[in-house]
């Protein structure tokens, strides 16, 4: 099983990144997908929780940091899901981590992790 994250870089506050999280392994299904940061010195903290029901509905939640500049996806033929991140600000500044909880309706125990993808924004 591997969660290949990348899609991070240098941008400029306001700028745009999205993120990709590829899956191999297993197929994504009725599982809990996530991405969480850690910026430095601080704590792990999660991003975004998207909840699958089935193929076409899933429940998505963000953090309040988010608002509402970042939005889920996801490609089910290529199993991989995105995050766009929109109007950056420096504090966004951090690694990005995605995840995955198999089979689960919740986002606060991840069985699988990608190693991250860093995010810079600067001033």
């Known amino acids: 099983v591997q969660l290949q994250a990348s899609g991070g870089g240098l941008v400029h506050s306001g700028g745009s990144l999205r993120l990709s999280c590829a899956v191999s392994?297993?197929?994504?299904?009725?599982?809990?997908i996530a991405w969480f940061r850690q910026a430095p010195g601080k704590e792990r903290e999660e991003v975004s929780c998207v909840t699958t029901v089935d193929r076409l509905t899933y429940y998505q939640t963000y953090a309040d940091f988010v608002k509402g500049r970042f939005s889920f996806d996801r490609d089910i033929a290529k199993n991989t899901f995105y995050l766009q991140m929109n109007s950056l600000e420096p504090e966004d500044t951090a690694v990005y981590y995605c995840a995955v909880a198999r089979s689960s309706y919740h986002c606060s125990r991840m069985d699988y992790w990608g190693k991250g993808t860093l995010v810079t924004v600067s001033s």
């Open positions: 392994g297993f197929t994504l299904d009725r599982d809990a």
